[in-house]
């Protein structure tokens, strides 16, 4: 899929709420990307601090770096979002991408079920996920 119909197809339905657009676009690169259980939550109603996670797994190394850089392209170039900040890029295990509002945990699988941020944040919505090709 290319980046604008990404851009486009998550317009359409968070006009109201940019930071939800953000999300939803990351989630959805990651997903073009082959990322794996893929989860955004909603955590407006517990911190002032941000309003969404987005969470996904990758394989590998190289697959983690492509679904960041791939996320970076999107929220950047197409939504003129900047990244704040990145951790974890070069080790890989769990690279984190913050843009303001929205942040990003990509992490391997062994690193994901270890920290399990979606039970630590356990009390945040879900944002249902349209039913987009390759999602699980």
């Given at each position: 899929?290319?980046?604008?119909?990404?851009?486009?197809?998550?317009a359409?339905?968070?006009d109201a709420?940019?930071?939800?657009?953000?999300?939803l676009?990351?989630?959805?690169?990651?997903?073009d990307?082959r990322?794996?259980?893929?989860?955004?939550?909603?955590?407006?109603?517990?911190t002032?601090?941000?309003?969404?996670?987005v969470?996904?797994?990758?394989?590998s190394?190289?697959?983690?770096?492509?679904?960041s850089?791939?996320?970076d392209?999107t929220?950047?170039d197409?939504?003129?979002?900047?990244?704040?900040?990145?951790?974890?890029?070069?080790?890989?295990?769990?690279?984190?991408?913050?843009?303001?509002?929205?942040?990003v945990?990509?992490?391997?699988e062994?690193?994901?079920?270890?920290?399990?941020?979606?039970?630590?944040?356990?009390?945040?919505e879900?944002?249902?996920?349209?039913?987009?090709?390759?999602?699980?």
């Amino acid at each position: 899929m290319e980046t604008t119909s990404i851009v486009s197809e998550t317009a359409a339905a968070t006009d109201a709420n940019p930071s939800l657009q953000l999300a939803l676009a990351a989630a959805r690169t990651a997903a073009d990307n082959r990322g794996r259980d893929i989860v955004v939550l909603d955590m407006r109603a517990l911190t002032p601090i941000f309003d969404y996670f987005v969470i996904a797994t990758g394989n590998s190394r190289r697959q983690l770096h492509a679904i960041s850089e791939e996320i970076d392209h999107t929220l950047e170039d197409e939504l003129g979002d900047r990244r704040m900040s990145i951790e974890g890029y070069r080790e890989s295990r769990w690279i984190v991408l913050d843009y303001g509002s929205v942040i990003v945990h990509l992490f391997d699988e062994e690193t994901r079920d270890y920290y399990a941020l979606e039970q630590l944040w356990s009390q945040a919505e879900r944002v249902p996920l349209p039913e987009w090709p390759g999602l699980e």
